[in-house]
Each structure stands twice: as structure tokens, then as C-alpha cells.
């Protein structure tokens, strides 16, 4: 983990100089581009699949930063480990994600560093779970993944904007869960069972991988 955490850092450190470089060459921005303090659109990727997004340049300390929020909520179903075959689990996924950017600029586009808190709010769907006497149950569980999320994007101006976003989060990603799984035909027989995580997108050994491409509208 501290392995990936310096190479991390070392690739953020390596896009914040290429971005003050980049804003040394442009010290006319803010004279020759109107800023555009919000912006609505979407993102699609991993881990949100397809996620709406608000962003809101704050219009003052130079139109650094940028507050924003990312919502999405979508369906899958993964190909879990073992025996349990692939349209036997299925995963429902609430993600939110808060945080703020800061531009290098000084128009609220171009490059920036981002730090945000993300939740992924999942249930998981269990089918055709093999139980004792030969029995075949199901079951559902709850859990919620919380990471904190480092990226480093690049936003284009105009009305009509591109972005692309690129990043880890960490945070205490289990790799087991534990559930109660219930007789299909006699609901009054129950076992505990304990299941591999299922592979959701983007989701790795305690961190999540966060790559996504965005576009909108800027007003």
C-alpha cells in the first residue's frame, strides 16, 4: 500500500508542475476567457458507471476553487469468485462523491488536483447459494464503502466542456462479507454464510481505482 501510495504521489506531484508550467505560459487567462462559475453534466466510468455532476467555482480567491458533487446509481451484475456463477449475484450500488478542486489557472479550467469523499452505498444479491442437507437458499447484505478519492483532471473551456479525471481512493475495502442466507423452499431455515466480495468496477484490494471522462455545460 505505500508503494502505490508514493507512486501516487509522485504522478500527482509530476501533473502539478506540468500544470503550473502550463499556467506560467497563460498569465493572461482571466483577461481573455470569462470565467464560468457552474457547471452541470455527467461522468462516466469507474467505479461510477455513469454519475451526474455539479460544480460550482467559487468567485473568489482567484477562481481557484471549485466545490462539487457526484451522484450516481446503478445496477450489475459481476462475476463473483468461486462457485457462484456470474448471473447468480447481483449488485446495487448508490455512489456519492463531495469535494473540491483547485485549478492552477485562474478561470476555472485546464488542469487541476482534486480531494474528495466518496460513499458506495451497496447491496448485494445472493442467488442459488448451496446450504447444508443439500439445500439451495439466497441472501442479501448491505455495505458501504468509504474512500477518500485524489485525482488530477483536465477541463476544457467553452460552454460546451470536456473533462477527464484520473485517481485512487483509499479506504478499508473488506474482501470478505458475511450474511444470512435463507431456503428458497422452507423460509424457516437459515445458515450463515461468507462470501468473497463480488468485483464490483474499480474496486481493488483496500482502494478504488477512479478513471472517468465528462462532459456538460458551463453557464
Known amino acids: 500500500m505505500n508503494k ?8 500527482f506531484f509530476s501533473f502539478s508542475l506540468m500544470a503550473q508550467e502550463i499556467e506560467s505560459e497563460s498569465k493572461s487567462d482571466t483577461l481573455s476567457y470569462k470565467v464560468k ?7 462516466l466510468g469507474i467505479p461510477n458507471i455513469a454519475a451526474g455532476n455539479l460544480e460550482v467555482i467559487i468567485p473568489v480567491l482567484n477562481n481557484h476553487f471549485a466545490p462539487f458533487i457526484d451522484y450516481s446509481k446503478f445496477k450489475v451484475s459481476p462475476k463473483q469468485k468461486g462457485y457462484i456463477k456470474e448471473d447468480d449475484t447481483e449488485v446495487s450500488v448508490n455512489y456519492f462523491e463531495y469535494g473540491i478542486n483547485y485549478y492552477f489557472r485562474k478561470n476555472g479550467k485546464g488542469a487541476y488536483l ?27 447484505t448491505n455495505i458501504n464503502l468509504n474512500t477518500t478519492n485524489l485525482k488530477f483532471g483536465i477541463k476544457s473551456a467553452g460552454k460546451v466542456y470536456f473533462r477527464f479525471e484520473l485517481g485512487y481512493g483509499f479506504g478499508d475495502i473488506p474482501s470478505q462479507i458475511t ?3 435463507v431456503d428458497d423452499i422452507d423460509p424457516s431455515y437459515s445458515e450463515q454464510k461468507t462470501e468473497e466480495l463480488p468485483n464490483i468496477p474499480g474496486v481493488a484490494d483496500n482502494a478504488i481505482i477512479v ?3 465528462g462532459f456538460g455545460i458551463s453557464f
Open 37 to 43: 462559475h457552474i457547471s452541470l453534466g455527467a461522468k
Open 211 to 213: 478513471a472517468n471522462i
Open 4 to 11: 502505490k501510495f508514493a507512486l501516487l504521489f509522485s504522478l
Open 114 to 140: 482534486s480531494i474528495g469523499m466518496a460513499t458506495l452505498d451497496t447491496e448485494l444479491e445472493f442467488k442459488n447459494l448451496s446450504l447444508n442437507e443439500l439445500r439451495t437458499g439466497s441472501g442479501k
Open 179 to 181: 450474511f444470512t442466507a
